[in-house]
């Protein structure tokens, strides 16, 4: 499942690809969207911005429309030179936007969209989400136009949360923190060492900013740099520390790391018993 980080990476090159260019065409070929009539109401209008929260991503165009995805499991943007050949099969486009140079595709859906700017706003679902947490710092904001990352309001989520819930399940809960899925809750435990089975209630404030300090600076260079997802650099091939390495031994003590599925979910969890008290 492609996390905040995925995300906002996709975000990025889509919004190299389309902001300040002439779009060409936009389709949409998925029998789902095939009656909406989308692409007429885009006609003509130009993509202002392409932006990201937590693992939702929003293009903005002209006129106050905005284009809301979201992946799920299997979903996907790809950016392609014109002629070059898709990575997916041309069936499974739900989304085409081309301009001069580039052709925009989003594969597989499944949530696409077409939504007035006031909704995005008043959306429920998108009000209710969490900090994000590739959002940039606080303290470099001058504007206040983009939401920053705020690490109080993280912690006042998280405490009005249910206490006796998992640290692994509630940092899945994108209205608690946006953009951290399974990938990610793994790592960042082992890398702040919190048993991910530990009660919210038994993990203070400064283990919660710990996980999270820990994560932010290793997904916003995912962001930046895209592709498979690595958090351990030794040994001369990169990887994870406990991510699907559920019977190996733990990089950092030799102790076999354990799975199990966490939460309502029962969303799979890895951590090293010794290194996670
Ligand atoms: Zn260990």
């Known amino acids: 499942m492609p996390e905040g980080d995925t995300i906002h990476h996709a975000a990025r090159r889509v919004g190299a690809a389309l902001v300040g260019q002439a779009i060409e065409s936009i389709e949409m070929p998925h029998p789902r969207h095939r009656l909406d009539r989308w692409p007429q109401r885009l006609a003509n ?6 932006d990201a929260h937590g693992k939702h991503l929003f293009l903005r165009f002209e006129g106050g429309l905005t284009l809301h995805s979201h992946l799920r499991m299997g979903g ?10 898709w990575r997916r099969a041309t069936h499974r486009a739900w989304l085409v936007i081309r301009t001069a140079a580039h052709e925009v595709v989003q594969f597989d859906g499944p949530v696409l969209e077409l939504m007035t700017e006031s909704r995005t706003r008043f ?4 009000a209710a989400l969490g900090p994000d947490i590739l959002a940039p710092d606080l303290r470099d904001d001058h504007s206040g136009a983009t939401p920053r990352w705020d690490e109080r309001a993280f912690i006042a989520r998280l405490r009005s949360d249910d206490a006796t819930r998992s640290i692994g399940d509630a940092l899945l809960d994108q209205r608690t923190l946006a953009g951290i899925g399974n990938i990610w809750k793994s790592e ?3 890398i702040a060492g919190v048993d991910p089975w530990r009660r919210v209630g038994a993990v203070t404030d400064s283990e919660a900013l710990e996980i999270v300090r820990g994560a932010r600076p290793l997904m916003q260079e995912s962001a930046r740099r895209g ?4 958090t351990y650099a030794g040994g001369g091939h990169g990887g994870t520390w406990v991510y699907e390495r559920a019977g190996l031994p733990c990089r950092r003590c030799q102790t076999l790391v354990c799975s199990r ?11 090293c018993p010794t290194c996670q008290p």
């Open 45 to 50: 209008r130009a993509v202002e911005s392409v």
């Open 123 to 126: 959306d429920r679902r998108l």
């Open 227 to 230: 592709g498979r997802i690595t």
């Open 188 to 190: 960042s435990c082992f």
């Open 261 to 271: 599925g966490q939460g309502d979910d029962n969303r799979i969890t890895f951590w």
């Open 76 to 85: 996907k943007w790809g950016v392609y030179r014109r002629g070059e050949r």
